[in-house]
Structures are given as structure tokens and as C-alpha cells.
């Protein structure tokens, strides 16, 4: 398993691939979103009322719903840095403003946690953190670099999320079912050709008939893919994985591909 210095390494890496264009609008969709987080973040601290009833709701929750919380707000930042690595997923894991607010608080717990006073006002001790953050080289300027920064650390927390959650194995060769959007938009196509079988009732599909064709190209019946992935998120030919409602099965599907997208050879 490769050490989190590498996983900032393997994001840029596949930061590398798109056009300078691209990489232009990237850069403005994070500092839109960026600004937005900033933003929700202050409100908590300047407002005590506010800060105190999203500390209640964060109370009010399990450790394994604090840590369900936390991977989507992660998994948030990985659609944002690979959009086209979401392939409609990214609905399926939005967060409601409450649950938003609450993970950008828990966020900002872990980062400013400090063990040798672990019971000291958390208000104070974010505002001091947040404050530090800002005047500190890394956060100073707007600039695309800069914004990016705080995006590829934020994936690298995912990623050791990630293994801390799911272990060395994580859920690769588990079943999980692609997710309902990701599904909704599969392209329909016309068989034009005789010859071609799908695989999975192995049965040949009959020319002007319209089939599904998965993003790795690969055809099926309709009625027949559907039924496979309300089980499972996989092509049944290439094992080429769609996008799930699976929070840290899509943080490990993500990551496998941005790996193959920088050369990496190692892999979750």
C-alpha cells in the first residue's frame, strides 16, 4: 500500500492529463466551492447559536455515522478534483446543508484536535486554526495552485480514510450495485449487426434492436444489465466498475482509477 505522500503525488499526477483549459475551469469550479466551505465555516463561528446546534446534531450521532459523514464530505472533494471520475455518481452522495454543516465542523475538529488539551472550547480552538490556516504561506492568494492545494490534501485524507474504514483489502471483488443515476444515464444503442451475444443470458441480440452500452463499450440487453447491476456495479465483460451509492466503495473506485490515470502501479 502506498504511503499518503504518495497519494498527493498520484493525484497530481492525473492532474497532469486534462488540457489547459480544463484545468483553468477546474481551478474556478474549487475556488466556487472552496469559497462556499469558507464561508459556512465562518457563519459557525461568528454565530454561537449556530456552532451549538450543529455540535448537538454531531453529538447526537454514532461514531460510524460521524465517519460516514466525514467520507462524504471527502468523497465531495474527490468528484469536484475528478469530475469525470463520477460518472453520475456524485448525486447519489450530496450533502443536505445540515449534514454539510456538520461535516465541515467535524473536519475542522479533526484538524485543529490537539491531544495534550482535548477538552478546550472547540469554538475558540477552530477560530484559532482557521486563523492560522489563513495567514500561514499555503493559504495565502487565490491563485489556482493554491486552491488546488486544499483539494489534493483533502484527497489524500481520503484516501487514508479510506484504508483506516475499509482495511488493505478495502471492497475490491465486493458486490454493490451501481448506483440509480449513474444507471439512468446509460445510452441506449441499435444493434446493427448480427453476431453480437450478450454475455450475460448468452442469447444473440437481434439486429434494430436497441440494447445498453456500458462507458467501456461493451453491449447488453437491457432487461438483462439491469437485473446485474441492481447487484452489482461491474461489466460483466471487463469488470469496468460504475459508480455506486456506496460511500467508501466510490472513495476506493475513484482512487483505483486516478491511479491508472497517473501510471501508478499500485492500487486500494
Known amino acids: 500500500m502506498d504511503s499518503s505522500p504518495s497519494s498527493g503525488e498520484a493525484v497530481m499526477a492525473a492532474l497532469l492529463h486534462p488540457p489547459p483549459r480544463a484545468f483553468s475551469d477546474l481551478t474556478r469550479s474549487l475556488a466556487t466551492d472552496l469559497s462556499l466551505q469558507r464561508r459556512h465555516i465562518y457563519l459557525l463561528l461568528l454565530s454561537p447559536f449556530h456552532f451549538s446546534r450543529t455540535l448537538a446534531h454531531l453529538?447526537?450521532?454514532s461514531l460510524p455515522e460521524k465517519t460516514l459523514l466525514l467520507g462524504r464530505l471527502l468523497l465531495h472533494h474527490l468528484h469536484l478534483l475528478f469530475p469525470s471520475l463520477s460518472g453520475?455518481?456524485?448525486a447519489a452522495h450530496h450533502l443536505h446543508l445540515r449534514d454539510f454543516d456538520a461535516a465541515l465542523l467535524l473536519m475542522a475538529m479533526c484538524d485543529a484536535y490537539d491531544s495534550n488539551h482535548p477538552h478546550a472550547d472547540w469554538r475558540g480552538r477552530i477560530a484559532e486554526h482557521v486563523v492560522a490556516a489563513a495567514l500561514s504561506p499555503a493559504g495565502l492568494g487565490?491563485?489556482?495552485?493554491?486552491?488546488l492545494g486544499h483539494y489534493v490534501d483533502a484527497a489524500a485524507k481520503c484516501r487514508r480514510l479510506f484504508e483506516v474504514v475499509s482495511g488493505e483489502e478495502g471492497k475490491v471483488g465486493a458486490e454493490v450495485a451501481a448506483a440509480a443515476a449513474a444507471v439512468v444515464a446509460l445510452p441506449s444503442v441499435e444493434c446493427r449487426r448480427r453476431g453480437r451475444e450478450c454475455v450475460i443470458c448468452k442469447e444473440e441480440m437481434e439486429v434494430g434492436r436497441d440494447?445498453?452500452?456500458?462507458p467501456c463499450g461493451h453491449?447488453?440487453?437491457w432487461g438483462c444489465v439491469l437485473g446485474w447491476l441492481r447487484k452489482r456495479n461491474t461489466c460483466p465483460?471487463?469488470?469496468?466498475?460504475?459508480?455506486?451509492?456506496?460511500?467508501f466503495y466510490e472513495i476506493g473506485r475513484i482512487w483505483r482509477m486516478l491511479l491508472r490515470?497517473?501510471?501508478?502501479?499500485?492500487g486500494i
Open 237 to 247: 465483460c471487463c469488470r469496468f466498475e460504475l459508480p455506486t451509492e456506496d460511500v
Open 142 to 147: 487565490n491563485g489556482g495552485w493554491t486552491v
Open 261 to 266: 490515470m497517473g501510471g501508478k502501479g499500485g
Open 211 to 214: 440494447v445498453c452500452e456500458l
Open 219 to 221: 453491449w447488453f440487453h
Open 88 to 90: 453520475g455518481g456524485a
Open 59 to 61: 453529538h447526537s450521532l
